[in-house]
C-alpha cells in the first residue's frame, strides 16, 4: 500500500487548522502549552477525516496488523445514555470483523458501572451486546500483571478476564477528562483495562487499593496510569493496536453522566501501533485548532492544561512506551 506521509502542518491545513474530578490544578492557559520537541525513529499515525463505520475498519486495516484468536475490543460504555461514548452502530462493524468482545472493567466511583449487575444494565441499555458478546474481565475478580516502570505503582491489577484473550484493540473516544485532562488510547489502556481495585492504585499512586480520591500527585497520577497503560502493553506484545475516535469532544469524559456539550467539532479518526504517538498526534491537532465560530478548542485547551494533562505523553514515552515523533498518513488520498 502507497503511503501518503504529510506534515503535522499539511494535515492541520486539511482539517482547517494552522500550526499551532479533582486532582491538583496546574494553572496555564493554551498560550503556555510547551510541546516538547520529538527527536528519534518517527511512528507512523494514519489519519482519516470520515468517522464512518466503513472508515473504521479502513483505518484499522491500513494499520496491517491483523486481530486474531480471541480479540478484546476495549471500549468504555458511557455513564448514561447523555455521554459521549462511541455508539455500537458506529463500531459495530468493526467488531463484527475481528470477531471480538466488548470488554470492561467495573468503576472506582460510585456511578451506574459500579458493580457487574449495574453495569450489565447499563450495557443492555445501550445495545452493545446486540452487537457482540460484552465482558466485564474483573466480574469475577483481579490479578496482577508486572510494571516496568515502579516509580510509583509496584504492580498493576487487571480483571482476571484480561487472561482469555489473545489480541487487544483498544478502541478508545478521545475527549476531555476532569482528573486526567484528556482521555485516549493511554488512559483506556490504563484506568480503562485495571480492575476496581487496580483503578484506586492508579489514582493513589499505589498508596491504596479501595480509595479513587486519594490522589496526592497530579504527575504522580499521570504517571502511575503510564507505567499500567505499559505493563498492559507488555501483556499482549505485538498482538495490540491503538485507535483514538475524536468525535463529541467535550470538556467531561465519558463517566461523567451530564457532560458539557461540545464546543470543538469533530476532526476524524486516528490509529498506530505506537499508543504516545497516537495520543500525541490528536493532542497537536487539539492544541493546533484555528478557531471560528461554533468551533473552539480553548475550553478542551484549557481542561488538559488545568490538569497537566500532556504530560502523560512525555512520561511515557521517557519509560520507552512509545514515541513522541510521528508522521501522518492520510489514508482518504488512498
Given at each position: 500500500m502507497k503511503r501518503i506521509l504529510l506534515s503535522f502542518a499539511l494535515i492541520a491545513t486539511l482539517l482547517g487548522f494552522t500550526n499551532c474530578g479533582p486532582g491538583k490544578s496546574v494553572s496555564t492557559t493554551p498560550e503556555e502549552t510547551t510541546v516538547t520537541q520529538p527527536t528519534g525513529e518517527k511512528s507512523i499515525v494514519y489519519f482519516t477525516k470520515n468517522i464512518t463505520p466503513e472508515a473504521l475498519v479502513k483505518i484499522y486495516e491500513a494499520l496491517g496488523r491483523k486481530a486474531e484468536g480471541r480479540v478484546a475490543v476495549k471500549i468504555s460504555t458511557g455513564e448514561s445514555e447523555q455521554t459521549n461514548h462511541l455508539r455500537p452502530e458506529l463500531i459495530g462493524d468493526l467488531v463484527k470483523k475481528v470477531n471480538g468482545t466488548f470488554v470492561e472493567c467495573n468503576t472506582a466511583y460510585g456511578g451506574s458501572r459500579s458493580t457487574t449487575e449495574s453495569h450489565r444494565k447499563e450495557i443492555a441499555k445501550r445495545g452493545y451486546e446486540k452487537i457482540a458478546p460484552v465482558d466485564i474481565m474483573d466480574a469475577e475478580g483481579d490479578m496482577e500483571i508486572p510494571v516496568q516502570d515502579t516509580k510509583w505503582i509496584k504492580y498493576n491489577l487487571v480483571g482476571t478476564h484480561?487472561?482469555?484473550?489473545?489480541?487487544?484493540?483498544?478502541?478508545?473516544?478521545?475527549?476531555?477528562?476532569?482528573?486526567?485532562?484528556?482521555?485516549?488510547?493511554?488512559?483506556?489502556?490504563?484506568?480503562?483495562?485495571?480492575?476496581?481495585?487496580?483503578?484506586?492504585?492508579?489514582?493513589?499512586?499505589?498508596?491504596?487499593?479501595?480509595?479513587?480520591?486519594?490522589?496526592?500527585?497530579?504527575?504522580?497520577?499521570?504517571?502511575?496510569?503510564?507505567?499500567?497503560?505499559?505493563?498492559?502493553?507488555?501483556?499482549?506484545?505485538?498482538?495490540?493496536?491503538?485507535?483514538?475516535?475524536?468525535?463529541?469532544?467535550?470538556?467531561?469524559?465519558?463517566?461523567?453522566?451530564?457532560?458539557?456539550?461540545?464546543?470543538?467539532?469533530?476532526?476524524?479518526?486516528?490509529?498506530?501501533?505506537?499508543?504516545?504517538?497516537?495520543?500525541?498526534?490528536?493532542?497537536?491537532?487539539?492544541?493546533?485548532?484555528?478557531?471560528?465560530?461554533?468551533?473552539?478548542?480553548?475550553?478542551?485547551?484549557?481542561?488538559?492544561?488545568?490538569?497537566?494533562?500532556?504530560?502523560?505523553?512525555?512520561?511515557?514515552?521517557?519509560?520507552?512506551?512509545?514515541?513522541?515523533?510521528?508522521?501522518?498518513?492520510?489514508?482518504?488520498?488512498?
Open positions: 484480561l487472561q482469555n484473550y489473545d489480541f487487544m484493540i483498544n478502541l478508545a473516544h478521545f475527549k476531555g477528562h476532569a482528573m486526567g485532562g484528556f482521555g485516549g488510547v493511554l488512559k483506556n489502556q490504563s484506568i480503562g483495562v485495571a480492575s476496581k481495585r487496580g483503578k484506586c492504585n492508579i489514582h493513589s499512586t499505589g498508596k491504596s487499593l479501595d480509595n479513587i480520591w486519594g490522589q496526592e500527585s497530579q504527575d504522580g497520577f499521570l504517571e502511575s496510569m503510564a507505567a499500567a497503560a505499559q505493563a498492559v502493553a507488555t501483556y499482549f506484545g505485538d498482538k495490540i493496536l491503538y485507535i483514538n475516535v475524536m468525535n463529541n469532544m467535550s470538556v467531561d469524559c465519558d463517566c461523567n453522566a451530564h457532560p458539557d456539550t461540545p464546543k470543538l467539532k469533530d476532526m476524524g479518526i486516528l490509529a498506530s501501533l505506537d499508543p504516545v504517538a497516537l495520543d500525541k498526534a490528536c493532542l497537536d491537532l487539539v492544541f493546533g485548532h484555528v478557531d471560528s465560530t461554533g468551533d473552539d478548542a480553548k475550553p478542551l485547551q484549557q481542561r488538559i492544561n488545568r490538569q497537566h494533562g500532556t504530560h502523560i505523553v512525555d512520561y511515557a514515552a521517557s519509560i520507552g512506551l512509545g514515541s513522541l515523533n510521528y508522521e501522518i498518513v492520510n489514508i482518504d488520498n488512498q
